[in-house]
C-alpha cells in the first residue's frame, strides 16, 4: 500500500502496520519520515530495536530474519530496521525480504523498517519490492524541485510561527532564501532553523533573511538543463558558477548541454518529416519536466538555429579538450558560459521569455 509523505502523519494516527518502506534520496525527508514512524512505534510499545545496515554481497541476512523472529527480551514489541543504501539486496536479500514480508502478516509484535534509496521503474516492479508494498505500507520520497522550493520554506517557516511579509516583497524573500539552499534541503532545514533562533515569532523582512541566511546552495548539472531550457538565465549564470566552484568536471557540463541541443536537432528533424512530436521525444528519452520544456520551445526553434547551436557545441567539446577555437574564449569555464547562454537565449526567444 503506497501512502504519500504527506498523509504518513495521518495514516500513523489512524493505526501502525507492522512494515513500512521509505525510498528516496532526500536524506532530509527519508530522516523526518522514519524518525514519525519511530516515534509512533515507541508510543505504542515498541520501545527495543534492532538496526541492520547492508552493506555488500556477503551480507548475513539470516542476522536480520533471526531478530524478526526472535521474542524480545526486555519490551512485548520491538523493532527491526533494515538499511540497503545501494538499493540493490541481491539474490539473497531478495529472498529474505520476501520472507520479512510475509512474517508481517497479523504480527503486530515486530515492526520492520526498510529504508532504501531511491528507486527505478525496474527495481520497484522487483519480487521482492512489491511483496513489501503489498503486505505493508511504502513511502516514495521525492526530493522538492526548484519551483516548489518556496513554499516547501514558507510551510517550514509557518511550523515555528514566522513567515514572509504579504506580497511581492515577501515572494522576494522566499526566491532570495530558494536561490541560497537550492539543491541542499538539509541546509535549508538548518538555516529555517538559525531564524527561529535569531528572530521571534511573526514577520520576517528581506533585510532579516538576506543578513541571515547562508548561500549553502548545491547544484547538479542535470538541473543545468532544466534551467538552460526554461531561458532562466539568471538561475543558469548562477548554477555555473556553482558547479565551477565545486570542482564540476567541465567535460560533464558541456556533455550535458550538448545532449540537449542534440536532442533537440534529432526532435526537430523528426517532426519535421510529420512524426508526432510526443513519439518524436519519447524516442530521444525525453521524459517529465523536460518533455515540457521541450514541448515549449521547439516550435519556434528555426533549424538554422539549432544548426548554429550545434556547431557552437562542436567548437565547446574541442575547447575542453584542449584545443583552441578563433574568436572563443581560452578559458575553458568562459566557453560554457558562452555555449549555456546561447542555449539559454534561444530557448527564452522560442518561448516568448525575458531571460
Known amino acids: 500500500m503506497q501512502v504519500a509523505t504527506a498523509q504518513l502523519e495521518a495514516h500513523l494516527a489512524k493505526g501502525l502496520r507492522s512494515l513500512y518502506t521509505l525510498h528516496g534520496d532526500e536524506a532530509l525527508l527519508v530522516q ?11 508510543a505504542q510499545g515498541y520501545t527495543e530495536r534492532s538496526v541492520f545496515t547492508v552493506a555488500g554481497a556477503h551480507f548475513d541476512w539470516g ?10 527480551l526486555f519490551a512485548d514489541r520491538q523493532m527491526v530496521e533494515v538499511r540497503i543504501p545501494s538499493g540493490k539486496p541481491g539474490k539473497d536479500g531478495s529472498a529474505a525480504l520476501q520472507q520479512l514480508a510475509d512474517a508481517a502478516r497479523g504480527n503486530d509484535s515486530v515492526l520492520t523498517l526498510v529504508l532504501l534509496p531511491r528507486l527505478d521503474k525496474a527495481t520497484r516492479s522487483s519480487a521482492w519490492f512489491a511483496a513489501l508494498d503489498g503486505q505493508g505500507v511504502s513511502l516514495q520520497i521525492d526530493s522538492v524541485e526548484r519551483q516548489a522550493l518556496p513554499p516547501w520554506i514558507a510551510q517550514r517557516l509557518s511550523q515555528q510561527q514566522q513567515r514572509v511579509l504579504p506580497g ?12 541560497r539552499v537550492e539543491g541542499n534541503l538539509l541546509a535549508a532545514h538548518q538555516e529555517i532553523q538559525k531564524l527561529g533562533l535569531l528572530y521571534p515569532a511573526g514577520e520576517l523582512s528581506f533585510e532579516q533573511v538576506e543578513s541571515a541566511v547562508l548561500n ?13 531550457l526554461a531561458g532562466n538565465a539568471p538561475r543558469v549564470q548562477r548554477m555555473l558558477d556553482g558547479l565551477q566552484a565545486e570542482g564540476e568536471s567541465e567535460v560533464l ?6 545532449e540537449d541541443i542534440r536532442a533537440l536537432k534529432r526532435v526537430k528533424d523528426a517532426v ?16 517529465g519536466l523536460k518533455e515540457r520544456l521541450f514541448e515549449r520551445v521547439l516550435p519556434r526553434l528555426t533549424p538554422m538555429a539549432l544548426d548554429n547551436l550545434l556547431h557552437a557545441a562542436h567548437t565547446v567539446d574541442g575547447l575542453v579538450k584542449g584545443l583552441k577555437a578563433p574568436d572563443w574564449p581560452v578559458d575553458n569555464w568562459q566557453a560554457l558560459h558562452r555555449l549555456a547562454m546561447m542555449l539559454c537565449r534561444a530557448c527564452a526567444q522560442s518561448a516568448k521569455i525575458t531571460p
Open 63 to 72: 542476522e536480520v530474519l533471526a531478530a524478526g523472529g526472535s521474542m524480545s
Open 216 to 228: 549553502v546552495a548545491r547544484y547538479d548539472v542535470f538541473k543545468l538543463s532544466e534551467a538552460v
Open 272 to 287: 519535421s518529416l510529420g512524426q508526432p512530436l510526443p513519439m518524436a521525444m519519447r524516442e530521444q528519452r525525453v521524459w
Open 168 to 179: 511581492e516583497e515577501g515572494q522576494r524573500t522566499l526566491q532570495f532564501f530558494a536561490d
Open 32 to 42: 523526518e519520515a522514519a524518525d514519525l514512524v519511530r516515534a509512533t512505534a515507541r
Open 253 to 258: 557540463v558541456h556533455y550535458t548541454l550538448a
